[in-house]
């Protein structure tokens, strides 16, 4: 077993844990997970590789050093391209079936291992231990859905115009994928990125978020017991310094196919530019600015419990967390109150490992501070407070509910990433909409209503890739996750998640005689 003992100082939790009993103040937090599981090296080819320097992952609760990493540069990247490369002419000849088999162990073992694998996450990321476990729980799923579509790639046979010719459309894996994810779904974005990649007959050079490298060491671990090959997946951890560097190699190498990306649209674009250079096939799962509209017509139950869920899901850290609340006068009064009272209720500050944390801290002291900007900037604009609004110590920010929001304020312009409610009074359907869809980017839509008419019109006219209807949790591996505007290109997941990884040939089968 791993032991790692980490200490909290007492002034920091007594600012930080007002709701958690005292006893619980005098606790050191422990990470504690099989050995195997806490990997600190890349992963290439098949073998476990240090690289010259390391740096430090932080209990983002704490900021207790976890782990020093293999600090990964533009030479342990490139050899993880080679690598990958090198096994895709093998792979890609792999059957599905067998391909389909791989993918299913490397499930089977995710699912045997979610507990630690769930602690990694929390101590990575601050992510509340149960819902480290349902992250598990998603990341796993999307092995065992694209085990399943590995065997579901079928081409086309084409009705020819010339009696002589046969035309076939083959769909054939694209190649090496360089996937770059995100520290908020440490595990999950790689699962559902990799399980299509591989499904696909790809290859995949992984560079995980440099805050949570240890939950993608934790799956590089699983996927060599599971039998995957040498070189299929390949992780190269690197600190925020050697970020540019392997991603310039990752994007811009002429052995790389494509490219996908889960994370902000600014270096969403970045990317895109690096890529272009030698015209890579990219997905790009960018920012969103979800709009959640309650109608006059909504069930406030119904309403209240999803604006709980789609809100303070990791702390507000995700990119389909509710961002800007339109509620309409008629129940205005009504779900400030009701969304209040659950608030005060159901959430709990805390380190991630005690059972009765609801929210953790958020990933770093930048994050906090965007938040709390976010907050004075609309209080000084004549927002109230009604719940929070405190900045705390570390990366902590209270859950914030603020009313008298106006379209003009931070909140309302750019994604929180954070616990923040901010409510906008509307008096009609189209001012919501209107409102909703007056952005740049899309990404999911969530919405309120038990009209049907309504709910037809609304659903078709928000600029969004996923609209929640009645509903605050959208997030399943059958779904196609994606958006439009500047959120993204492509989907992930679903029956549509595979053919991103794929290409059309198109074959010309002449001279045949009738
Ligand atoms: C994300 O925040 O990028 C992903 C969230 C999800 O898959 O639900």
Same mark, same amino acid.
């Given at each position: 077993?791993?032991?790692?003992?980490?200490?909290? %100082?007492?002034?920091?939790?007594?600012?930080?844990?007002?709701?958690?009993?005292?006893?619980?103040?005098?606790? +050191?937090?422990?990470?504690?997970?099989?050995?195997?599981?806490? &990997?600190? /090296?890349?992963?290439?080819?098949?073998?476990?590789?240090?690289?010259?320097?390391?740096?430090? @992952?932080?209990?983002?609760?704490?900021? *207790? !050093?976890?782990?020093?990493?293999?600090?990964?540069?533009?030479?342990?990247?490139?050899?993880?391209?080679?690598?990958?490369?090198?096994?895709?002419?093998?792979?890609?000849?792999?059957?599905?079936?067998?391909? +389909?088999?791989?993918?299913?162990?490397?499930?089977?073992?995710?699912?045997?291992?979610?507990?630690?694998?769930?602690?990694?996450?929390?101590? !990575?990321?601050?992510?509340?231990?149960?819902? *480290?476990?349902?992250?598990?729980?998603?990341?796993?799923?999307?092995?065992?859905?694209?085990?399943?579509?590995?065997?579901? @790639?079928?081409?086309?046979?084409?009705?020819?115009?010339? %009696?002589?010719?046969?035309?076939?459309?083959?769909?054939?894996?694209?190649?090496? $994928?360089?996937?770059?994810?995100?520290?908020?779904?440490?595990?999950?974005?790689?699962?559902?990125?990799?399980?299509?990649?591989?499904?696909?007959?790809?290859?995949?050079?992984?560079?995980?978020?440099?805050?949570?490298?240890?939950?993608?060491?934790?799956?590089?671990?699983?996927? /060599?017991?599971?039998?995957?090959?040498?070189? #299929?997946?390949?992780?190269?951890?690197?600190?925020?310094?050697?970020?540019?560097?392997?991603?310039?190699?990752?994007?811009?190498?002429?052995?790389?196919?494509?490219?996908?990306?889960?994370?902000?649209?600014?270096?969403?674009?970045?990317?895109?530019?690096?890529?272009?250079?030698?015209?890579?096939?990219?997905?790009?799962?960018?920012?969103?600015?979800?709009?959640?509209?309650?109608?006059?017509?909504?069930?406030?139950?119904?309403?209240?419990?999803?604006?709980?869920?789609?809100?303070? &899901?990791? +702390?507000?850290?995700?990119?389909?967390?509710?961002?800007?609340?339109?509620?309409?006068?008629?129940?205005?009064?009504?779900?400030?109150?009701?969304?209040?009272? $659950?608030?005060?209720?159901?959430?709990?500050?805390?380190?991630?490992?005690?059972?009765?944390?609801?929210?953790?801290?958020?990933?770093?002291?930048?994050?906090?501070?965007?938040?709390?900007?976010?907050? *004075?900037?609309?209080?000084?604009?004549?927002?109230? @407070? #009604?719940?929070?609004?405190?900045?705390?110590?570390?990366?902590?920010?209270?859950?914030?509910?603020?009313?008298?929001?106006?379209?003009?304020?931070?909140?309302?312009?750019? !994604? %929180?990433?954070?616990?923040?409610?901010?409510?906008?009074?509307?008096?009609?359907?189209?001012?919501?909409?209107?409102? $909703?869809?007056?952005?740049?980017?899309?990404?999911?839509?969530?919405?309120?209503?038990?009209?049907?008419?309504?709910?037809?019109?609304?659903?078709?006219?928000?600029?969004?890739?996923?609209?929640?209807?009645?509903?605050?949790?959208?997030?399943?591996?059958?779904?196609?996750?994606?958006?439009?505007?500047?959120?993204?290109?492509? #989907? !992930?997941?679903?029956?549509?998640?595979?053919?991103?990884?794929?290409?059309?040939?198109?074959?010309?089968?002449?001279?045949?005689? $009738?």
């Amino acid at each position: 077993m791993f032991l790692q003992s980490v200490p909290r %100082t007492a002034r920091l939790l007594r600012l930080l844990l007002p709701a958690l009993p005292a006893a619980a103040m005098h606790r +050191s937090y422990t990470l504690d997970v099989a050995a195997p599981l806490l &990997r600190t /090296q890349a992963f290439i080819d098949g073998r476990w590789v240090s690289a010259e320097s390391h740096f430090p @992952v932080l209990d983002p609760a704490t900021g *207790s !050093e976890l782990a020093r990493v293999s600090d990964c540069g533009p030479a342990e990247a490139k050899q993880a391209v080679d690598a990958a490369y090198r096994a895709f002419h093998t792979w890609k000849r792999v059957t599905a079936k067998e391909r +389909s088999h791989l993918l299913r162990k490397w499930f089977d073992l995710l699912t045997e291992h979610k507990e630690d694998l769930a602690k990694l996450i929390t101590f !990575e990321a601050g992510k509340p231990l149960r819902e *480290s476990l349902g992250e598990m729980v998603y990341s796993a799923s999307f092995l065992e859905w694209f085990s399943e579509e590995a065997r579901r @790639v079928y081409g086309d046979i084409v009705p020819s115009p010339a %009696t002589d010719r046969k035309i076939l459309l083959l769909k054939q894996p694209v190649g090496v $994928a360089s996937i770059i994810t995100p520290w908020n779904f440490p595990s999950a974005m790689i699962t559902r990125k990799v399980a299509a990649a591989l499904a696909a007959g790809c290859t995949v050079v992984v560079k995980p978020a440099e805050d949570t490298p240890l939950s993608a060491l934790a799956l590089a671990e699983l996927s /060599q017991q599971a039998g995957i090959p040498p070189g #299929v997946f390949n992780v190269v951890p690197c600190s925020r310094a050697q970020t540019p560097s392997v991603g310039e190699v990752l994007c811009s190498d002429p052995l790389v196919a494509k490219i996908s990306f889960t994370g902000s649209t600014a270096t969403g674009k970045v990317l895109l530019k690096m890529a272009a250079s030698t015209v890579k096939k990219a997905s790009m799962e960018l920012g969103g600015h979800a709009p959640f509209i309650v109608f006059d017509s909504a069930d406030m139950d119904v309403a209240v419990a999803a604006a709980m869920n789609s809100k303070f &899901r990791n +702390s507000g850290q995700t990119c389909v967390c509710s961002n800007r609340f339109l509620v309409q006068s008629g129940v205005h009064d009504l779900f400030v109150d009701r969304l209040s009272k $659950a608030m005060g209720a159901e959430l709990r500050l805390g380190h991630g490992s005690e059972a009765a944390t609801t929210q953790g801290p958020l990933i770093n002291s930048r994050a906090a501070d965007k938040v709390a900007l976010q907050i *004075s900037e609309a209080v000084s604009q004549g927002a109230r @407070v #009604v719940r929070g609004g405190r900045r705390l110590d570390g990366s902590f920010v209270e859950p914030t509910l603020l009313t008298q929001v106006t379209p003009s304020m931070l909140c309302m312009k750019e !994604e %929180t990433f954070g616990p923040l409610v901010p409510i906008l009074r509307f008096d009609s359907e189209d001012e919501a909409v209107a409102i $909703a869809n007056a952005c740049d980017v899309g990404l999911a839509g969530y919405f309120f209503s038990q009209d049907p008419s309504q709910i037809w019109r609304v659903a078709e006219a928000l600029e969004v890739g996923m609209v929640g209807v009645n509903e605050g949790l959208l997030s399943t591996p059958e779904g196609a996750f994606g958006g439009v505007k500047q959120s993204g290109l492509g #989907v !992930e997941g679903s029956k549509y998640g595979i053919h991103e990884y794929l290409q059309h040939k198109y074959m010309c089968f002449g001279g045949l005689k $009738a």
